[in-house]
Nanobody, 120 residues
């Protein structure tokens, strides 16, 4: 069962931009924290950015100043705007939402991922 659905990935040149989106159940937006993760080739999944239910954001150091996480509760969608992309940003990007508000756990909702490829 897929609870979250990502889209918007693709191929982009170094220095370019992409915006990936994640759509989920309306009941999650406004009450649960959400996050973007990514997994590059031969790498483990790593955290990229988070947005709390109230809108407070946080970012991994390697994307700070380049990526922006946001959400539109009316559209049941969380976004990750990616600017100044680098080849090392190439990865499958995943959306995560807390199953229980305020708690990150193994039972959280995950999407299937969307591929982002940055060429040199």
């Amino acid at each position: 069962q897929v609870q979250l659905v990502e889209s918007g990935g693709g191929l982009v040149q170094t220095g370019g931009s992409l915006r990936v989106s994640c759509v989920g159940p309306g009941r999650l937006f406004g009450v649960t924290d959400m996050a973007w993760y990514r997994q590059g080739p031969e790498k483990s999944r790593e955290w990229v950015a988070s947005i709390m239910s109230g809108g407070v954001t946080d970012y991994a150091d390697f994307v700070k100043g380049r990526f922006t996480i946001s959400k539109d509760d009316a559209k049941n969608t969380v976004y990750l705007q990616m600017n100044s992309l680098k080849p090392e940003d190439t990865a499958v990007y995943y959306c995560r939402a807390q199953r229980s508000p305020g708690i990150w756990s193994r039972s959280d909702y995950w999407g299937q991922g969307t591929q982002v490829t940055v060429s040199s």
